[in-house]
Every structure is written in C-alpha cells, then in structure tokens.
Nanobody, 125 residues
Framework: QVQLVESGGGLVQAGGSLRLSCAAS????????MAWFRQGPGKERELVAA????????YYADSVKGRFTISRDNAKTTVYLQMNSLKPEDTAVYYC??????????????????WGQGTQVTVSS
C-alpha cells in the first residue's frame, strides 16, 4: 500500500489555472502508474489523466485534452496535474490514485488500489 496526500485545490475563475500535487510514501513510487480521478456534484468518479511508471505514456480524458497535463517527479515521489483554461464543469473533488501492479498500465479504476483523500477544485463562471 502507498499513502497519498493531495494538495493545490481551491477556488478559481473560469479560464484560470491550478496545479494539483500528490505526495506519495510507503512503497517504491517509481515502479507504479499514477492517475488523477475526479467526482463532480451528482456525477460518477471519472478518470481524468494517468501516467505510467516511466512517464513515457500518458492518458487524458477527452474533456481535458489540451488543457490538463499530468507529470511525475520520481525523485520527489510526487505526481502533478497542471490544469489550465479551467471551466465550471471542471468543478469536482480530485483524487490521486496509485496503480496496484508493478509497472502496470491498465486504466480500470479497480486497478488503482491506493487513493488520496481528495482535494476540492471549484471553478466559478
């Protein structure tokens, strides 16, 4: 298991930017894919972005392509989500998650076995 702590959420106007951070501890961070999920009001949790262990593969939901960037710093055991051109529909609780399999690169939410507590992102119009 790995412990994950998110930070960087907040209130921002539409068109603004935020950077979320997720600090990991408890296991070898560099061997596992990481992802950001979000859950908006009245919506199901959805995968926003993911990055594999070596950072040479990334995934983005269609709704955030071109606006969000996921990255990782294995030396700092931290994964980031840079969010630009934010829209009111991006309002959600954002969760960091760690893949459960060594070097795994599957994107089923059930494959992510460690989760952070979430950080609120609110985008005002």
């Amino acid at each position: 298991q790995v412990q994950l702590v998110e930070s960087g959420g907040g209130l921002v106007q539409a068109g603004g930017s935020l950077r979320l951070s997720c600090a990991a501890s408890g296991r070898t961070f560099s061997n596992y894919a990481m992802a950001w999920f979000r859950q908006g009001p009245g919506k199901e949790r959805e995968l926003v972005a993911a990055i594999n262990w070596s950072a040479d593969h990334t995934y983005y939901a269609d709704s955030v392509k071109g606006r969000f960037t996921i990255s990782r710093d294995n030396a700092k055991t931290t994964v980031y989500l840079q969010m630009n051109s934010l829209k009111p529909e991006d309002t959600a609780v954002y969760y960091c998650a760690a893949h459960g399999r060594f070097a795994g690169w599957t994107l089923d939410p059930a494959d992510f076995t460690s989760w952070g507590q979430g950080t609120q992102v609110t985008v005002s119009s």
